[in-house]
Structure formats: structure tokens, C-alpha cells
């Protein structure tokens, strides 16, 4: 029991740590990697459209600008009009979809415990078998774009997936938005190889 006792808080932490993780991959333009390092003012792309109402309306893009500018304005770059010549236009995308994931548990390791004769560490003990369930829940992705504005072409993308809370607070959904622009934002521009 002692052992259980000592392993439980840090492998708890660690599932708390793995449930609140945000996956982030980029992908650019090669070619485009010394243009990008030369950026420093920008504008934004018009408001993106879509079905899902729950991601394309105007206090969910308000949000998300709101986040992208204090980010980007922390790093020196600058926003200006669209009509001002800006170095780059940014623009954002995002979607709600189901996703499943496959949880294993394994009694052996702490639960259930049912007494000396079920336990697995005294001799005679039962083994038990690992148990795998499926669990269903909402995944959103963020997607921030960022476009040449003379050629109009997509020189570099960053794309955040997270699980969402259904029950986040209007501050925890808000924390959450700015924890994954910071962590799509910190790859731009990319470094050159």
C-alpha cells in the first residue's frame, strides 16, 4: 500500500498533464523561410465563414484576433490596415469534431484492490486482465495561416488540436485559446536549416 501511495500523485499528475495537452504542427514554404524571417507588420485576412456556429461567429473571431495580436504585438511585429502594405496577411480556421480515444487500465497497478487474495503482489494472488475502453469526446483545431499578400499564396501554417472542456469557463476557454496561439506562434518563422 505504501507504494501505491508514493506512485499515485505523480502518475496522476501526469494524466492531468496528458488530458490538457495541445498538439501543434507547422508547415511552410521552404523556399519562403528568408521572407518570413524579414516580416514585421501585418493585417488580417476577412473574418473566415463556415456551418458550425459554435466556431464561425463574431465573439469566437473577436477572440481569436484579440489573442493572435497580443501574442504577435509582444514579439515587435505590427498591425496595420490592409490597405498599408502590411509584410503578411494572417488569417485563422477552426473546427469542432468527435474523436475517440482507447484508455487501458491494468488492475495490477493499483486498482481495483479487493484484499490479500485478489492482490497480485502476495503469493496465490489473482492475475487480472488489463481493460480497454473507448471513450468519445470533442476535439478542436485551430488553424492560423500565414499568406504573401502579393501573391496571395500560403507561406506558412500552424494548426493547434486540443480536447475541449464543454464546461470551461468564458476565462478557462479564453486561457486555453491563448496558451495554443503562443504555442502555434512560438514555431513563426520558422528557422532556416
Known amino acids: 500500500m505504501r507504494l501505491l501511495t508514493r506512485i499515485a500523485p505523480p502518475l496522476l499528475a501526469l494524466a492531468v498533464a496528458a488530458c490538457s495537452s495541445i498538439d501543434v504542427n507547422t508547415n511552410?514554404?521552404?523556399?519562403a523561410t528568408q521572407k518570413l524571417e524579414g516580416y514585421r507588420t501585418y493585417a488580417w485576412l476577412p473574418q473566415p465563414t463556415g456551418k458550425d456556429d459554435r466556431v464561425y461567429n463574431p465573439i469566437v473571431g473577436a477572440r481569436v484576433e484579440q489573442s493572435v495580436d497580443r501574442y504577435l504585438q509582444s514579439r515587435g511585429y505590427q498591425k496595420v490596415e490592409s490597405t498599408a502594405n502590411p509584410d503578411f496577411l494572417i488569417g485563422w480556421h477552426?473546427?469542432?469534431?468527435?474523436?475517440?480515444?482507447?484508455?487501458?487500465?491494468?488492475?495490477?497497478?493499483?486498482?481495483?484492490?479487493?484484499?490479500p487474495f485478489t492482490d497480485p503482489f502476495f503469493a496465490g494472488g489473482a492475475v487480472t486482465m488489463p481493460e480497454t475502453e473507448l471513450r468519445e469526446y470533442e476535439e478542436g483545431s485551430l488553424i492560423l495561416?500565414?499568406?504573401?499578400p502579393q501573391s496571395r499564396q500560403l507561406v506558412w501554417r500552424g494548426t493547434a488540436q486540443a480536447e475541449l472542456d464543454e464546461n470551461a469557463s468564458a476565462e478557462k476557454q479564453q486561457r486555453r485559446l491563448d496558451e495554443s496561439v503562443k504555442e502555434v506562434l512560438e514555431r513563426f518563422p520558422p528557422k532556416a536549416k
Not at 95 to 109: C, M, P, R, S
Request: no cysteine; glycine share 14%.
Open 94 to 115: 477552426g473546427a469542432i469534431h468527435n474523436a475517440l480515444k482507447a484508455e487501458t487500465v491494468d488492475a495490477y497497478y493499483g486498482y481495483p484492490w479487493g484484499g
Open 28 to 31: 511552410y514554404d521552404p523556399t
Open 145 to 148: 495561416d500565414i499568406v504573401d
